[in-house]
């Protein structure tokens, strides 16, 4: 056998048997024998024989071949509605997607589920006159309910990406019934050598109590994000579901939950010397929204997640998803709450008493927007409701509880500066008779401050502008960027000194126009002096503090808390500073 023989041989070895090597081809095609999804109608071409080479070799797949893409639609349609299940779609690049444009609508209206696989060249080749590549990141609207597009996998990352969307597009093509689309690249690989399909991430959407997973034994965290208020037949079913499961609830001051299963875990977790072993949890249910509390949901560590929402989004934050729950949260909880019993509470007790253990040991900081916090957070009257600026406001306030009583939100739907004073204007508005607070920082308040001269300006909300002459988020001693550039990150990330570096009147002739009751204070007596008049259940007036910080305090504040714990041995603490990735391998350890 000559060389070139030996090539040719080695060649049809590697395109024999078996699987592409592409990973984003063996992720769709475990996935849909996952979700039992088995008839497929191809169209030749170049790009998707990966794809098709590898399902005509599996005998899960029922295959059918049609030259015309045109035809081939029609004939998934007829297939679909003949068999009541849904049909792939397959064909390659240029104008070979274009033919299935009629039949599609056709099944779109009429909600057939057909998934269209189509394959192209690299996403990076798009505009650049490469032959027989054409844009398919957007369907006619009355065509493809869903499209993706899933390039070639480079890394971890794409993996996570695209496993999750698949899932997601196959569990909303069997839900939504409508044509869904997935245009999956290719690099022409002729490596089929791959003899065992490699698994790849099942994450089921569950609708009904029918098809339900077993609940895991062991700790159960519920965690909360940003969410509307609670109605009293939601905190019950949440409530008696932890009690029946040994179950906690996490959550910051946005997810309008306050049962009695609440624990603050955000001092806990912000520790950079100390690893609470309770942060590892067999199960995480996720609930609401984004959440302001970084320390918390990047503390916890689940083996799993289930996904909670009435829109059965495919959500998978904390990268653990396992199931998504498309109904009620009062359902969820109902459902739930009779299995695998176990009303021990050990772990809501033990969490409790390492989370009021931490408070009751929490040094003095300087003055700040964490002293303030502090300060007020347990004074707050009954039926008030506070707002937050973010991020370093919200997550002060984070530290601590609220009394029971007391409502609290925050603009982290768009996580911008934004709006936040606005927002505390309009909720008070709504109520005249209820007082409002809000903390802001210094650019959030003059972004927002015309507000202030508002004809319908209420005398029901007291607001303190923390204003340490910058945006403090970006000087802190952990951001990125106050790393990178120290001091210069003042000049244009932080925009120090935009509004007089805290030395102007602005806030004053604001306050003097709208006839609002002015402070100004720069220490912790100052602050106390006024803090009674602020809290104080009189009308009459609105009221705004002028809190001058400075960033050193601010700085030292949140290093404090942040580094009074230790269970870290001090010679790991040396090397993890100076290689973080020993640290983080030491976190997922431990």
């Not at 040719?8 to 078996?18: A, F, I």
């Not at 707002?387 to 768009?414: K, M, Q, T």
């Not at 920082?441 to 202030?452: E, Q, R, T, W």
């Not at 960033?551 to 100076?578: C, T, W």
Request: proline share 4%.
């Amino acid at each position: 056998m000559n060389q070139l023989e030996k090539q040719y041989d080695d060649l049809r070895y590697k395109t024999g048997c078996y699987y592409t090597n592409e990973r984003n081809k063996q992720i769709i095609i475990f996935l849909l024998k996952k979700y039992g999804i088995k008839r497929v109608v191809v169209s030749p071409g170049a790009t998707n024989f990966a794809l098709v080479g590898s399902m005509q070799h599996d005998s899960f797949f029922e295959m059918y071949s049609c030259v015309d893409e045109r035809a081939a639609a029609y004939m998934a349609i007829g297939i679909a509605e003949k068999s009541n299940e849904p049909v792939v779609l397959s064909c390659t690049g240029a104008t070979a997607s274009r033919n299935y444009m009629a039949a599609l609508t056709y099944a779109y209206k009429r909600n057939v589920p057909i998934l269209v696989i189509t394959s192209s060249l690299s996403l990076a080749s798009v505009g650049h006159l490469q032959a027989q590549v054409t844009d398919r990141a957007h369907s006619p609207i009355d065509m493809i309910y869903k499209s993706y597009q899933f390039d070639n996998i480079k890394d971890g990352e794409d993996e996570w990406s695209q496993t999750v969307r698949c899932n997601e597009a196959l569990s909303t093509l069997l839900d939504v019934r409508k044509p869904v689309l997935i245009n999956v690249c290719t690099t022409y690989s002729l490596d089929f050598s791959v003899k065992e399909l490699p698994p790849a991430r099942y994450i089921p959407t569950v609708s009904s109590a029918e098809n339900r997973p077993k609940l895991p034994i062991g700790n159960i965290c519920i965690f909360i994000g940003s969410h509307s208020k609670l109605t009293d037949l939601q905190i019950q079913a949440i409530d008696t579901f932890c009690k029946n499961h040994n179950a906690i609830v996490l959550c910051d001051h946005t997810s309008g939950y306050n049962g009695k299963y609440k624990v603050n875990m955000s001092i806990v977790l912000s520790q950079e010397k100390y690893l609470s072993k309770h942060r590892k949890v067999n199960l995480l249910i996720h609930l609401g929204e984004i959440s302001g509390d970084y320390y918390t949901f990047l503390g916890i560590s689940p083996k799993e997640v289930w996904r909670v929402n009435p829109d059965g989004a495919y959500v998978d934050f904390f990268r653990k998803l396992k199931n998504v729950f498309k109904m009620k949260e009062s359902k969820f909880f109902s459902m739930y709450a009779d299995d695998n019993i176990n009303t021990s509470q050990t772990f809501l007790a033990n969490c409790r008493k390492e989370s009021e253990g931490f408070f009751n040991t929490l040094p003095e900081v300087p003055f700040s927007n964490i002293w303030i916090a502090k300060e007020l957070s347990s004074k707050l009257p009954q039926n008030s409701q506070i707002h937050f600026g973010i991020l370093n406001s919200l997550r002060s306030w984070d530290f601590f509880n609220l009394p029971d009583g007391v409502e609290s939100a925050c603009n982290v739907g768009g996580f911008g500066i934004d709006g936040c004073v606005s927002s505390l204007i309009g909720a008070a508005l709504s109520n005249p008779d209820k007082l409002f607070f809000g903390v802001v920082g210094d650019l959030a308040f003059y972004y927002d401050s015309n507000i202030i001269l508002n004809k319908n300006l209420p005398q029901n909300i007291r607001l303190i502008v923390v204003n340490n002459g910058r945006g403090i988020e970006f000087r802190n001693y952990c951001h990125p960027a106050s790393r990178a550039l120290a001091d210069g990150a003042d000049t244009y990330v932080a925009a120090a000194g935009h509004f007089g570096d805290q030395v102007n009147s602005a806030i004053v002739d604001l306050c003097k126009s709208a006839n609002i009751k002015y402070y100004r204070v720069a220490n912790k007596d100052c602050f106390l002096e006024v803090e009674n008049d602020f809290l104080k259940n009189n009308l009459d007036s609105a009221i705004i503090i002028e809190a001058e910080t400075t960033p050193q305090n601010e700085n030292l504040a949140l290093m404090i808390y942040r580094q009074f714990a230790k269970n870290f041995d001090s010679k790991i603490l040396h090397f993890g500073v100076k290689y973080p990735f020993l640290l983080k391998l030491i976190r997922k350890i431990k």
